[in-house]
């Protein structure tokens, strides 16, 4: 059992920057990939980047590469999401995830809203 609360999410202007956060508690969180995935309105859900617990390399999606920045730190077990850059475009809510074979875990989620 894992439980995910995300937070920071909010209305910035093109170019700004937010800091995402995931808390998450539950039994063996170690053995658990984090992730994040955004759902715009009338979209399907997109995967936007991933890191393990354990110290895994970060992956991203092409259309966040080199603006985004996931990263954890383990003794508050929390999971941030440092978006840069923002774009219009990038407006959605942003969700956290956690994935262990076939266990998955969501949040509730937070939006993120970029005027132009």
């Known amino acids: 059992q894992v439980q995910l609360v995300e937070s920071g999410g909010g209305l910035v202007q093109a170019g700004a920057s937010l800091r995402l956060s995931c808390a998450a508690s539950?039994?063996?969180?170690?053995?658990?990939?984090m992730g994040w995935f955004r759902q715009a309105s009338g979209k399907e859900r997109e995967f936007v980047a991933r890191i393990s617990w354990s110290g895994g390399i970060p992956y991203y999606a092409d259309s966040v590469k080199g603006r985004f920045t996931i990263s954890k730190d383990n003794a508050k077990n929390t999971v941030y999401l440092q978006m840069n850059s923002l774009k219009p475009e990038d407006t959605a809510v942003y969700l956290c995830?956690?994935?262990?074979?076939?266990?998955?875990?969501w949040g509730q989620g937070t939006q993120v809203t970029v005027s132009s």
């Open positions: 995830n956690a994935r262990w074979n076939r266990n998955s875990y």
């Open positions: 539950g039994r063996t969180l170690s053995s658990y990939t």
